[in-house]
């Protein structure tokens, strides 16, 4: 029988994946009406005041500086991340550059902890298996080839993500409520190094229309930042950091249920899958 912590870890795991996906569709739906960078930067604004207010009230004693060093480091590479991953989707075949961009997020904290932790039992071993398989499935939609050049952006954003995952992990052990913030304030400043390029570029910026569905993205994201880091705190770091990357599931789910978005016969198999490879890794 499993212990309470690691079943904390996976209960945990699954709030990330809830609070990503939830991020995501909501950032979806806000990307219609304003450019995802802006809504990605509207968010991190705001949240990290919110957190920085809190930890200040709060009087949370401030991290040593490896760890501040580490969150700040984890958010600004997680956002040229996305910049990189959005330019990926933006070359066309969204759904083979999603796949392998979401495969390997979770496959390199995976690697990770194996090589720091050693090898899991052999149920977890299973159960990331199918977790990488489930994120696969959902991810992927049957489009045109792939240009090389897509699939090598999505290839380097899904590593930058996995990298952030370490990062945040690491992080954390300074203490969750500094690591969200030093995180959301790196990533505050890559967006805005992104932006700033752009606007450098001649390309008008908008000035609203972004904020509302911004911040409601960008708190849950943060909020999911947050049980990510307490998943991995308490379990092994490769099973939160699998469960938590089955966030495309949630998305799914909530584009069929909001939007009457019938997800494909590929999708579906993909969810049943990250279900079973739930159970094998609550064990």
């Known amino acids: 029988m499993a212990s309470a912590a690691p079943l904390a870890a996976v209960g945990l795991g699954l709030m990330a994946a809830t609070l990503w996906g939830s991020s995501d569709f909501t950032g979806g739906l806000g990307a219609r009406r304003a450019p995802a ?11 990290l005041l919110l957190l920085g207010t809190i930890c200040l009230w709060a009087r949370v004693p401030f991290p040593p500086l490896r760890a501040a060093l580490l969150g700040g480091i984890a958010g600004l590479e997680g956002a040229l991340s996305l910049a990189i991953f959005y330019r990926a989707l933006a070359e066309g075949a969204m759904g083979a550059t999603a796949a392998v961009t979401g495969v390997l997020t979770a ?9 720091s932790q050693g090898w899991p039992r052999g149920t977890e071993v299973a159960g990331l298996a199918l977790g990488a398989t489930a994120i696969a499935l959902t991810a992927w939609q049957r489009e045109p080839e792939a240009s090389r050049r897509a699939v090598a952006l999505g290839a380097l954003a899904g590593v930058g993500f996995g990298i952030q995952l370490v990062l945040l992990k690491l992080a954390a052990e300074g203490g969750v409520a500094w690591a969200m913030t030093t995180a959301r304030a790196g990533g505050l400043l890559g967006v805005g190094l992104v932006l700033a390029s752009r606007a450098s570029g001649g390309k008008r ?4 229309g972004y904020w509302r569905m911004g911040v409601l993205a960008g708190v849950l994201d943060a909020t999911g930042n947050g049980a990510y880091m307490l998943a991995a705190e308490m379990g092994r770091m490769e099973v939160g950091a699998m469960i938590a990357s089955l ?5 799914i789910a909530l584009a069929a249920l909001l939007l009457r978005e019938r997800p494909t016969r590929r999708q579906r198999l993909g969810i049943g899958v990250a279900l079973a490879a739930i159970v094998l890794l609550s064990q």
Request: net charge positive; proline share 10%; glycine share 6%.
């Open 37 to 47: 960078l802006l809504l990605v930067a509207a968010g991190h604004l705001v949240t």
């Open 107 to 115: 496959v390199v904290p995976v690697g990770f902890a194996l090589w």
């Open 205 to 208: 910026v908008p000035r609203s």
């Open 247 to 251: 966030y495309p599931a949630v998305t």
